[in-house]
């Protein structure tokens, strides 16, 4: 049972640390984000409809 138990805590930690790393190479590589371009809720910003959040 203990052998169990480490491994399954173990593949988390891993999944863990893949899923952090993997991720900010798809959304820099794959997606193309970009911090400097400007988003629809502020270049169309009316207060109603697009509004900006933090």
Avoid: W
Avoid at 10 to 27: D, H, T
Avoid at 46 to 52: A, F, I, L, M, S
């Amino acid at each position: 049972m203990e052998n169990a138990l480490t491994f399954v805590i173990v593949a988390i930690c891993v999944l863990a640390i893949c899923y952090r790393f993997y991720g900010v190479f798809i959304v820099k590589n794959v997606l193309g984000a970009d911090d400097s371009q400007i988003t629809p809720a502020h270049k169309l910003a009316d207060g109603r409809n697009y509004v900006p959040t933090r």
